[in-house]
């Protein structure tokens, strides 16, 4: 039996890729990058590099587009310089010089935005069975989340 993480990456790089995203790490790794606070605000959407910004492994000096929440545009303006330093510092070199912040129709913090139907309990224990194997907390949380919505979905 594979496991969807061995296919992740080649599956996602294209997309990724199309997206500004040479690192799809970015994306999965946003709350921990951005922090819990500011993560709940927006979410990273492109990277537009510019032109002849060098290998796609050293990309540098590349425009993050970050889509904010209603209202949280000029909060996230203030917060720029850390967002850039976080980022340079996860991707371990100078690979974004600015951000570019959108705004979005999507809930603030103290809103609760729409929420899918909850899982039926027998798919629920099915989904944690093929978990269990998993030895990581975090792991098993996150692969968790991504199976419930998977089957949400369908």
């Known amino acids: 039996m594979h496991t969807i993480d061995k296919h992740f990456r080649e599956l996602t790089k ?5 997206y500004g995203f040479a690192h799809a790490e970015l ?12 993560s709940g605000q927006c979410r990273p959407e492109r990277i537009r590099w510019p032109r002849g910004a060098g290998e796609a ?20 303006q203030h917060e720029t310089p850390h967002i ?18 959108v705004q979005d ?11 899918s139907r909850p899982l039926d309990a027998a798919a629920e224990q ?9 030895a990581d907390p975090r792991l098993k949380a996150a692969l968790a989340r991504l199976g419930a919505g998977a089957l949400r979905g369908r």
């Open 57 to 76: 492994g050293q990309k540098s000096g590349g425009t993050l587009v970050i889509r904010a929440a209603a209202g949280r545009g000029l909060d996230l």
């Open 105 to 115: 129709a999507r809930p603030a913090d103290g809103e609760k935005p729409l929420t």
């Open 27 to 38: 994306m999965a790794q946003w709350p921990e990058i951005a922090g819990e606070r500011l």
């Open 126 to 134: 099915a989904l944690l069975a093929k978990l269990e194997a998993v």
């Open 14 to 18: 294209a997309a990724f890729a199309r």
């Open 84 to 101: 850039i330093e976080r980022i340079n510092r996860f991707y371990g070199y100078g690979a974004i010089a600015a951000v570019k912040i």
